[in-house]
């Protein structure tokens, strides 16, 4: 009986995943390489470390949450340090 369900289960499971693979088409839509695009200049895009002043590469960054804002380091020491100094936070 156990079985039979499990059985069931996979059907019903499988049954899901076809509904939603068709409400998000597998084919990408005409505009996505324009996102494609903008994701490489992200990646790209230069951010300044605000602890040492320094600028690098945001996919190199060490990127973390100080309160809400969102920064980038060059390493984790100068986000240790940036939280240190801006303990209030
Ligand atoms: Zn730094």
């Given at each position: 009986m156990?079985?039979?369900?499990?059985i069931l289960?996979?059907i019903?499971f499988y049954?899901?995943?076809?509904?939603i693979?068709s409400l998000f088409p597998?084919?990408?839509?005409s505009g996505?390489r324009?996102?494609?695009r903008?994701?490489?200049a992200?990646?790209n895009?230069?951010?300044q470390?605000?602890q040492?002043?320094?600028?690098v590469?945001k996919?190199?960054?060490?990127a973390n949450?100080?309160?809400?804002?969102?920064?980038?380091?060059c390493?984790?020491?100068?986000?240790?340090?940036?939280l240190?100094?801006n303990?209030?936070?």
């Open positions: 156990n079985f039979f369900r499990f289960f996979c019903l049954f899901l995943y076809r509904i693979k597998s084919r990408p839509p996505s324009i996102v494609f903008n994701d490489n992200a990646i895009e230069m951010v470390d605000p040492c002043g320094i600028y590469a996919k190199d960054a060490y949450r100080v309160g809400t804002n969102m920064f980038y380091f390493s984790e020491e100068c986000y240790r340090r940036y240190a100094n303990t209030k936070i």
